[in-house]
């Protein structure tokens, strides 16, 4: 249900530009997917649909609103690589993991240089 509804908001956020709605189902799909992670935190598939599910989320923040945003959308940025990271260290026969953690660096540079924090994207 997590991912169906992470790939709903993603298609709202793409798609229709229909900010509340995309929000809505990206919450909704981070909070099952994270009561799913508390619940059964080796669960190696569930981790990689709530680090998708906080990207996603961190993107259509961005493509949808204002500076003023931003933060949040970095903040869920942060979640999913520190997210990827414990995917790399425990999967690390499955490079995908590792192409999305790269990715995952990048947006959040792109962020930062986006909300002014040129430094903090040097780093990334």
């Known amino acids: ?5 992470a790939e709903y908001g993603w ?3 793409i ?7 995309a929000t809505m189902q990206l919450e909704r799909a981070v909070e099952i997917l994270e009561a799913l992670l508390r619940d059964q935190p080796g669960d190696l598939l569930a981790r990689a649909s709530l680090a998708r599910a906080y990207a ?8 949808n609103s204002k500076n003023e945003a ?11 690589i520190a997210t990827l990271e414990t995917l790399v260290r425990d999967d690390a026969g ?8 790269v990715k995952g660096y990048s947006n959040q540079a792109e962020s930062m240089q986006q909300f002014g924090d040129s430094k ?5």
């Open 94 to 101: 499955n490079k995908s993991h590792l192409l999305s953690l």
């Open 15 to 21: 798609v229709n530009s229909d900010r509340s709605a």
């Open 1 to 5: 249900l997590g991912e169906t509804l």
């Open 56 to 63: 996603r989320a961190a993107i259509g923040i961005e493509l």
């Open 70 to 80: 931003l933060p949040r959308a970095i903040e869920l940025t942060e979640k999913s």
């Open 11 to 13: 298609a709202l956020t």
């Open 120 to 124: 903090g994207a040097s780093i990334n």
